[in-house]
Structure formats: C-alpha cells, structure tokens
C-alpha cells in the first residue's frame, strides 16, 4: 500500500517561493506507470490539480501555474518536491501530493488519483 506525506512550511510570505516534501513509502518512485503530482485545494474552492513527476522523472504541469512551477524528485529518499515561485495570496491552500499507477495518458484531474498524502496547509501572507 502506497503512504504518501507532505513536509513544508506552513505560513509564507509573498513573493516568495514554496517549496514542499512528499515522502514515499510502500512503492519506490521508479516503479513502472507511477505518476506522482502535487494537487491543492484553496479556501472554499475545489481541488486544483498542480503537475507530475513520472516513474522515468518526466515532468508535466498545468498550463495556468506552468510558469511558476517545478517538481523535482530525490530517489535516494523516495521523495518528491514541490517549488511554486512567486506566491500570492491566492496561492493559500492545503496542498497535497497523490499517486496513481497507470499505463494510460498521465492524470491530469485529482479524481483519478487513488492515493493521497493528508495534506498540508499553507498560508501566504504578509
């Protein structure tokens, strides 16, 4: 059973960058067809599906933080990293990291995704 969970700070101040942990447990991140994404969910919103790193470290991100956006990963620690430059306030949210294992096109919508971290808030502000 794949355990994802989340590592960051909790509040940050605009401008600048977050940078958040997904530790891995249960399946090693080179696994075949794993795909490992960063998903948010801000204030009285729905979830927000960020970007992926796959099992061969390809990257993927949503065309509307693209610009902002780098997931990196560590494979000696089974982890995976998370960094959104340039924060606003609207970036407030609770972040999460989720998995899926599928030979099919990469998961761009949370609902697809079968395993979760518990997620971690975050705060941007002055």
């Known amino acids: 059973q794949v355990q994802l969970q989340e590592s960051g700070p909790g509040l940050i101040k605009p401008s600048q960058t977050l940078s958040l942990t997904c530790t891995v447990s249960g399946a090693s991140m080179t696994t075949a067809f794993y795909y490992w994404s960063w998903i948010r969910q801000p204030p009285g919103k729905g979830l927000e599906w960020i970007g992926y790193?796959?099992?061969?470290?390809?990257?993927y991100y949503s065309s509307s933080l693209r610009s902002r956006t780098s997931i990196t990963w560590d494979t000696s620690k089974n982890q995976f990293t998370l960094q959104l430059s340039n924060v606003t306030p609207e970036d407030t949210a609770v972040y999460y990291c989720?998995?899926?294992?599928?030979?099919?096109?990469?998961?761009?919508?949370?609902?697809?995704?079968?395993?979760w971290g518990q997620g971690t808030q975050v705060t941007v502000s002055s």
């Open positions: 989720a998995s899926k294992n599928t030979a099919s096109w990469g998961p761009t919508s949370p609902t697809e995704y079968d395993h």
């Open positions: 790193i796959t099992y061969t470290s390809s990257t």
